[in-house]
């Protein structure tokens, strides 16, 4: 069984890959909309992707991918602790760097650590923050990596230098299909869309309480070409084998403009 996340090798990604699928075989992608490709075009049978972050929220372009991708399902979901490191090239002094180069969500989560040290800094975003290391040219050249990315020639900072210590992405296992019907689960993950009027939110969310789910998470995203509209996003425990659940979900679907479930893992 194949499993893609986005690459290279020795990303989060690809770490949480190997702790949901640790007897896989595993491709690293350039891209998330790569990652989503490569399991509907049927390259990966399944695929890893972060889904939030304890400090940035929700990725929103993974949420938007899972929304928009026709035919799959989140079936697993585990916890990746985040530990970034500045990375240098071996002897380079810290007075000297010119460009920090890193994922968007790396640089966002260090970003006070950034002004106070690098106050005039470049800030380069790229595909991973293991792909960062690629950027390591000159003493000029600087990387947010994970704490794990060992490499010769590279001189990785002794502390985690995240503006917090409790950094965690939350990772999805997403497959083909849909849901199976007798699927166990702890939580069910599903978007919904309703009228824009004052109380709609309000109402679904008493549906959602009269029904007995503990919701854990909402996130709204806007919809595209439509000004003022918003979907949201909705993560809330349940056992989607149980009867009872099954009927708090046609609730919820009645209650809305329209439903997807995204996933029950």
């Known amino acids: 069984m194949q499993t893609g996340y986005l690459g290279p090798e020795g990303s989060y990604s690809h770490i949480a890959a190997k702790k949901m699928r640790p007897d896989g075989n595993f491709r690293p992608y350039e891209s998330f909309p790569l990652v989503f490709s490569s399991l509907v075009s049927g390259q990966s049978d399944f695929i890893v992707i972060p889904i939030e972050n304890t400090l940035n929220g ?33 002897g380079a002094k810290s007075g000297n760097i010119k460009r920090i180069y890193s994922h968007s969500q790396a640089l966002e989560q260090c970003a006070d650590y950034l002004f106070k040290n690098f106050p005039s800094a470049r800030l380069i975003p790229v595909q991973s923050t293991s792909a960062s290391l690629e950027m390591l040219k000159t003493e000029e050249d600087a990387g947010i990596v994970g704490a794990h990315s060992v490499r010769q020639g590279i001189t990785l900072s002794e502390n985690n230098i995240a503006d917090e210590d409790s950094n965690f992405t939350h990772f999805l ?4 299909g849909e849901v199976e019907k007798s699927k166990s689960s702890r939580y069910v993950f599903f978007s919904v869309t309703l009228d824009n009027r004052s109380g709609a939110l309000l109402a679904l969310l008493q549906v959602v309480s009269e029904h007995n789910l503990n919701m854990t998470k ?21 056992d989607y084998s149980a009867d009872a659940v099954k009927d708090a979900i046609e609730a919820i679907k009645r209650a809305s403009n329209s439903f997807k479930l995204l996933g029950c893992y």
Do not use: W
């Not at 399902?73 to 602790?81: F, G, P, Q, S």
């Open 58 to 90: 929700g990725v929103l372009q993974n949420l938007d991918l899972l929304q928009s991708t026709d035919g799959v399902c989140a079936v697993e979901k585990c916890t990746v602790k985040i530990e970034h490191r500045l990375a240098t090239l071996k």
């Open 218 to 238: 909402i996130e709204s995203r806007p919809i595209k070409n439509a000004p003022d509209e918003y979907r949201f996003f909705i993560e809330a425990e349940g």
């Open 173 to 176: 296992l997403i497959k083909r």
